[in-house]
């Protein structure tokens, strides 16, 4: 391949290959879960890894840090921890294809929380981005023996994906008034922090119930690749391309974590599954691609479309 061509593609292959990594770290996380690792056993070790590698990464540009800065870092530390914590609760109850579409839909929340809190009405793009995303909810949750089923993991990865909006939408307003790292440093030691106490409040018997020779392998896959590596990545592709395109590219994760579960052979590919998914991806895609759109709503458009940046 021609090294210009190259060079002007590899920031989306550099972010497509993000979006796998993350696939793949839903079978991090399943295999951990089996494991017999608790939740907040999970977070921390993978957080904590995360901590230290930034840390030793970027330990010049991390101090001295102000009040305002660690506060800051709490807040989006707090909402990135019930975000992991609830997904990783709800992947014990639901197939891990089911999770990764479901938290996908925590883009089209974002403009929604923002609604709420500014006042400010979204664009009506969204809201039928919003009735797409609800169409391929229901065609994942459809049984052909008892209709429309919706289990518990169902619903704890949605309240998951209203965690990470709640994230992403502290991070819209946190981002332009400090640091980048130094942001991502807090968040990530804050969520080991509070995951460290659910253990130890909740969890104490998994530390000697766990299995740690087949578990820990993938809690450190989980903390230096989709934590750590990906970071560092998907920071430096998005410097080099349209956050539009950034979002479409990196949306392909849920995507990415249905092709490893069947191939793990976590559950069976069905007709079903496709359809519903890529419902969810394309109303991912369609909000965030800035398209033609009729002269009424591009007037309207615009109000807090946001990148994912976790997983």
Avoid at 48 to 54: H, N
């Amino acid at each position: 391949m021609d090294k210009k061509v190259l060079t002007k593609h590899l920031p989306t292959l550099a972010l497509m290959l993000t979006a796998m990594i993350w696939g793949v770290g839903f079978m991090a996380v399943k295999r951990a879960l089996d494991s017999g690792f608790s939740e907040g056993l999970i977070l921390f070790c993978r957080f904590f890894l995360a901590t230290l590698v930034l840390l030793a990464v970027g330990r010049k540009r991390l101090f001295p840090m102000s009040r305002r800065e660690v506060w800051y870092g709490f807040i989006a530390g707090f909402f990135l921890f019930l975000g992991f914590y609830v997904q990783t609760a709800g992947l014990r109850f639901t197939t891990p294809s089911n999770n990764g579409f479901f938290t996908a839909t925590n883009v089209m929340m974002v403009p929604l929380i923002a609604w709420f809190l500014q006042k400010k009405r979204p664009s009506s793009k969204l809201f039928f981005c919003c009735l797409m995303a609800l169409a391929g909810f229901y065609i994942l949750a459809w049984n052909p023996e008892i209709g429309f089923s919706v289990n518990v993991g169902d619903m704890l990865t949605l309240l998951c994906a209203f965690f990470f909006a709640c994230q992403i939408a502290c991070l819209g307003v946190f981002s332009p008034r400090m640091d980048a790292l130094r942001l991502t440093f807090l968040q990530i030691a804050f969520s080991g922090a509070f995951s460290l106490i659910a253990v130890l409040l909740f969890e104490l018997p998994a530390l000697s119930s766990a299995d740690w020779k087949g578990g820990f392998p993938a809690v450190f896959f989980l903390g230096l690749f989709p934590t750590c590596f990906c970071f560092f990545v998907q920071t430096w592709a998005q410097g080099k391309t349209s956050s539009g395109k950034a979002a479409v590219v990196l949306s392909c994760e849920s995507l990415w974590c249905m092709v490893f579960s069947v191939m793990l052979g976590y559950e069976q590919l069905t007709v079903q599954k496709v359809v519903g998914g890529l419902i969810i991806v394309g109303a991912v895609c369609l909000l965030e691609l800035d398209l033609p759109l009729p002269v009424k709503l591009k007037n309207e458009k615009a109000s807090g479309e946001q990148v994912m940046a976790h997983h």
